[in-house]
């Protein structure tokens, strides 16, 4: 893809995947761009905890009511946690580099979605975040912001329609109703 537009055009949750791994070139690749991304004071306080196993894999679709079942037919879960001790602000810090990695898989030709954990629960009314922090041994200072479910495209979407931008979300020099 030549053009960066082009890519966020092309980029749409993909919440079907095939059933192959992603190779651990292409793992790297993800990593390396997340590790690039920006942070207030360049505190860095994200970490990510890969998880291919699929056992852990179901466990952790079953983390929230709803919108986490997709993460049972992904190859690679990437959860995506933050020192919330090193930054004020790590659910910007974790949000830029959650996407980075998203635009990152579509460059690589995969496809991945954002399952918010932050905020969330689970269907007996847990808290999303402690039970991912339980079932992946994260301490307890670590907020875990969201799981990017990743894999090869099982489904293909078609690019955002630019028709449908809202131009009307612009306010020029001043806020207008
Ligand atoms: C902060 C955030 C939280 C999201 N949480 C979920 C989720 O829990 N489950 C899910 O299936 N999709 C989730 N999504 C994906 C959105 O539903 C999706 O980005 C939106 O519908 C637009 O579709 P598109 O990504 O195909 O352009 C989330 C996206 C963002 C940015």
Known sequence: ??????????????RKFMETTISPDLVAEL????????????????????????EMLKKLSLSKKHGSALIE??????????DKTQSDVWVEDASIAALIIQLQAESLGLGSCWVQIRNRRDPEDKDS????????????????????????????????????????????????K
Request: hydrophobic share 45%.
């Open 31 to 54: 990593m390396r761009a997340a590790l690039m991304s920006p942070s207030s004071k360049r505190s860095n306080p994200w970490e990510f905890v890969l998880v291919d196993d699929a």
């Open 73 to 82: 037919g992904a190859s690679l879960g990437i959860v995506v946690i933050a």
């Open 129 to 176: 975040e402690k039970l991912v922090r339980e079932l992946l041994g994260i301490p307890e200072q670590y907020g875990v912001l969201c799981i990017l479910a990743l894999g090869m495209k099982a489904e293909q979407k078609k690019p955002f329609d630019e028709s449908k931008l809202q131009w009307e979300k612009l306010h020029l020099g001043h806020y207008k």
């Open 1 to 14: 893809m030549d053009n960066f537009i082009d890519l966020v055009r092309q980029r749409r949750s993909t």
